[in-house]
């Protein structure tokens, strides 16, 4: 059951305690569904005739909670301040060095004869091993 005062207060307490944190990783401290204080975090950053803004956006982070994209991410703060301006994703700087360090990470995986084998998800995921650790995995044995 959602209670809305009681997750505001963990919000405001946590907040004040630990400082400016993405909603992902405020739901994690306190225990709370990402959904349910994303709500929170949402009606909280409104500016209304019965209640001022108490949270804000203080910076965007570059994340990537699932998978290889990284998107940016909200570091909500307390107070009454105006929200920091997005990064802008269509900015050629931006994807120029996107690319480059895309380009880094793949460099020595794909060239690799004993690498073929393994699926591209797993090459970009583990890092490159020797040979020999490949041949032989407990060298000792």
Same mark, same amino acid.
């Given at each position: ?35 349910? @204080?994303?709500?929170? +975090? ?5 500016? =209304?005739?019965?209640?001022?803004? &108490?949270?804000?956006?203080? %910076? ?12 940016p991410r909200p570091v909500f703060a307390l107070g009454n301040l105006p929200d920091a301006k997005k990064i802008n ?16 990470? @793949?460099?020595?995986? +794909? ?5 073929? =084998?393994?699926?591209?998800?797993? &090459?970009?995921?583990?890092? %490159? ?13």
């Open positions: 059951m959602f209670k809305t005062p009681v997750l505001v207060d963990a919000i405001t307490r946590h907040l004040s305690e630990h400082g400016g944190m993405t909603c992902k990783e405020l739901a994690d401290d306190i225990g709370w569904d990402a959904r349910d @204080v994303h709500k929170a +975090l949402r009606r909280m950053r409104k500016d =209304g005739p019965k209640r001022p803004k &108490r949270v804000y956006i203080s %910076r965007y982070t570059l994340d990537s909670h699932c998978g290889e994209k990284r998107y994703t269509k900015n050629k700087e931006y994807q120029r060095a996107r690319r480059a360090e895309s380009r880094k990470k @793949v460099a020595g995986l +794909l060239n690799s004869v004993f690498m073929l =084998g393994i699926p591209l998800k797993q &090459r970009l995921n583990n890092p %490159r091993k020797s040979r020999a650790s490949t041949i032989c995995p407990n060298p000792e044995a």
